[in-house]
């Protein structure tokens, strides 16, 4: 009887949805199936290629999107035109800030990212009517706040070392979806330049830690991008985590 619920129900989620690992995992879990029959008709699928940028700063919001696939760079510029890295997104995080007019950051596709995008007024009234959904948005929000905190710890008191193994296990745990928690295989999403740049330090300094981790067994690369990690653990355990 249970297994005919389950079928009945998911028999009334949109074909587009049925699948998706923001429906699962993401702000969409929070919506019934009627609620996702009306956002998914006004849904679209899209590919938005590497070094592509999405979000200008300051740039009016006229949508948001789910993250699908791939990785998404975020980015702060100062008033003398230099950019910070300050933040990373992955699947299936949600793209937009709801409750403001305008973008705080620029947001950048790092690698290829597939995304479903929707009109900001239909989710904007969505959330009016669902407090689920609401506390959905607050809870990622709360998520990337504490994600912050961990993260200004990370440049503010780890060694150099420390902090190269914080940013690979950061990839590994988030950008491999077949990840079974104790190996994992990825592509780095970042150049050694932009990986120096999130992590406050020189390009050199980046590829001489890469390079002891791969001395000392804890990863493997191969053509220069393709990095597997045979335990995770030992690399959580360099990064101090």
Known sequence: MDAQRKDIHNSEIPVLCRACEARHRGVCGALSPAQLTVLSKQATRRLVAARSEMIGERQETGGYANIL???????????????????LQFAPDFL???FRS?????????????????????????????PEL????????????????????????????EKVASFLYLIATNIDPSSDLETARF?????????????????????????????????RIANNRHVEVPDLSLLAE????
Request: glycine share 6%; hydrophobic share 40%.
């Open 96 to 98: 937009g800030r709801p």
């Open 69 to 87: 696939s791939g990785v998404v760079k975020l980015t702060k510029m100062m008033a003398d035109g230099r950019q910070q890295i300050v933040g």
């Open 134 to 161: 609401e506390r959905k948005l607050l809870e990622q929000s709360l998520d990337e706040l504490d994600e912050a905190r961990d993260w200004m710890l990370t440049l503010g008191r780890k060694t150099a070392a």
């Open 187 to 219: 592509e780095l999403p970042l150049t050694r330049s932009d990986i120096a740049d999130f992590l406050g330090l020189t390009i050199e300094t980046v590829s001489r830690q890469i390079t002891g981790l791969r001395k000392a067994g804890i990863i």
């Open 102 to 130: 305008a973008s705080d950051v620029t947001a950048e596709a790092a690698t290829d990212v597939n995304l479903c995008s929707f009109p900001k007024a239909a989710l904007d009234r969505m959330i009016k009517e669902s």
């Open 238 to 241: 360099r990064a101090s985590i």
